[in-house]
């Protein structure tokens, strides 16, 4: 029985931090905050509830497993889980308004020739085809494997308009926007595919073709929702986690790792003590490694990705009947939204990782985004059935590129939000009661992350600049878990990590992955 330590409660330390212990590990968490689940937090207030990080699950089949392997109880009779349908609607600049029903790649083609045109369908059903061989080529090496030390052929990317449709004869590589130019024909089906990417913090304009697996993964498994919010999912995993006798410290911040034999052996605290360990795990970010542990230095020097900006709404009468769970109202400007979130100049495609957010010059908060418009029908979420919860969202610059703790920028950024959301809320203004801001400045103080980053999902392609550090470092013992290491951000990538970690220091460094 080895001594684990863990620094970090997010989602992916926590799916480690339970998996080792069910493999007989002593594991002990120390987390900076005075919770656990990291960026999945939750805002309580006046009976209103709302999820601070995620909103919906997708790839739930990650969290099955993990619950399958550390218990006897499955994850739904830990959680309610439910399939959101329709998936998602859509209300294009153009006024024209799609919804898409979940798992149904027959009613998905039917919704967009609908709304769009005869042959829409076709040809988004003939992208995600394409997307399905991304996914068949990259689901066991990209997802269900540490990163290879020669990860060579992940900088390869296995679209496969690349070498088999000839489509892209002009010199450059292909990106998701070139994608969208070439095979999908209208304004409206590239706003649908670059939607999906920047949802995850990725730039289309400079992210590789293999990121149409993002809608594929969607439209194939589902998205799905968690009774009481995706906080509930936390809360049982951190319940999972207590239960297999982790040990977890609070408000416990950890300043340096401790080495011995150039091995990692524990951790010192802020307040002076140690925690010895024979293994370490880091959930933590790239800044916040480098400060704990200078000798992991990694060739991952990715600028700081993209963050969230979320309106949480608190809205007095009824939620009505047939409301859409979640609405995504775009953009009449996506390239003056990608160049305030991005930046103009080649160097915003973002280093290893697809952190695509450094680019020259200070951001900007004028322009009109996207948003993301959640209206769970829960009554967990709300104070009474006269009531009603919406959270907004949207991808922006990260703190630092813009000064988010500047009010009148914050404020006319939040009101450019309820602007949009109006073409999903009907009466949206004269219904609210009150409203909370989070801007990446709140999650850089909250979680630590820079800036208030939010790390996306790895992808392969591009020279393998979207992939993240493995989950081996070069100092023996530690080990790297979450959205900042292999195999990226996103709640069902995390929870991956967490396995790739279990599975290196359970079965060695010559484990390749689950069979």
């Not at 990650?62 to 218990?71: E, N, P, S």
Request: glycine share 12%; proline share 7%; hydrophobic share 40%.
């Amino acid at each position: 029985m080895a001594r684990i330590v863990v620094i970090g409660a997010g989602m992916g330390a926590m799916a480690a931090a339970a998996r080792l212990a069910v493999a007989g590990h002593r594991v002990a968490v120390y987390e900076r905050a005075a919770t656990h689940g990291g960026g999945v937090g939750r805002l309580d207030r006046d009976g209103f509830v709302f999820d601070t990080g995620p909103g919906l699950l997708h790839l739930p089949a990650v969290y099955r497993d993990l619950f399958v392997k550390t218990g006897k109880e499955p994850l739904e009779r830990c959680v309610g889980l439910s399939q959101v349908d329709p998936a998602s609607r859509h209300v294009f600049a153009d006024g024209t308004d799609v919804s898409l029903p979940n798992a149904s790649r027959a009613g998905v083609v039917r919704a967009l020739d609908d709304a769009i045109g005869p042959g829409a369908g076709e040809r988004w059903s003939d992208l995600v085809n394409r997307a399905r061989e991304v996914w068949d080529a990259t689901r066991r090496p990209l997802l269900e494997e540490p990163l290879r030390e020669d990860h060579t052929a992940l900088g390869q990317d296995p679209y496969p308009a690349v070498r088999k449709r000839g489509l892209f004869r002009r010199r450059g590589p292909v990106t998701l926007a070139s994608v969208a130019e070439r095979e999908l024909g209208d304004a409206r089906l590239a706003a649908l595919l670059e939607s999906h990417a920047l949802a995850y913090g990725l730039d289309p304009r400079h992210a590789p073709g293999s990121a149409t697996v993002l809608p594929y993964m969607e439209q194939t498994f589902g998205s799905w929702y968690v009774s009481g919010g995706v906080r509930a999912l936390a809360d049982a995993l951190y319940e999972r986690c207590r239960a297999r006798k982790v040990e977890f410290h609070f408000e416990a911040e950890v300043t340096r790792l401790l080495e011995k034999d150039g091995r990692a052996a524990g951790v010192e605290l802020a307040d002076g003590s140690v925690a010895e360990a024979d293994q370490v795990v880091a959930g933590v970010s790239p800044g916040r490694l480098a400060q704990i542990a200078p000798g992991a230095a990694t060739p991952h020097h990715a600028p700081v990705p993209p963050g969230r900006f979320t309106v949480f709404l608190a809205l007095r009468g009824a939620r009505p009947e047939g409301v859409v769970h979640r609405t995504v109202v775009h953009t009449d400007d996506r390239a003056a939204e990608l160049a305030a979130v991005f930046g103009d100049d080649d160097r915003s495609a973002g280093g290893r990782g697809g952190d695509s957010a450094s680019g020259s010059g200070s951001g900007r908060a004028d322009y009109r985004p996207t948003v993301t418009v959640l209206r769970p029908d829960d009554p967990a979420t709300r104070p009474d059935d006269r009531h009603e919860a919406v959270t907004l969202s949207a991808t922006v610059a990260p703190h630092g590129r813009v000064d988010w703790t500047d009010g009148p920028t914050a404020d006319g950024f939040a009101k450019r939000m309820v602007d949009a959301a109006a073409a999903a809320v009907p009466g949206l203004r004269e219904r609210l009661l009150w409203r909370e801001v989070r801007t990446p400045a709140d999650t850089e103080a909250a979680l630590g992350a820079e800036g208030g980053g939010v790390p996306a999902p790895v992808l392969a392609g591009a020279d393998g600049r979207f992939l993240r550090p493995g989950n081996a470092t070069s100092v023996p013992g530690l080990h790297l878990a979450g959205g900042f290491a292999h195999p990226g951000g996103g709640l069902a990538h995390a929870g991956m990590s967490g396995a790739l970690v279990a599975g290196l220091i359970v079965s060695g460094a010559d484990w390749r992955g689950s069979q």
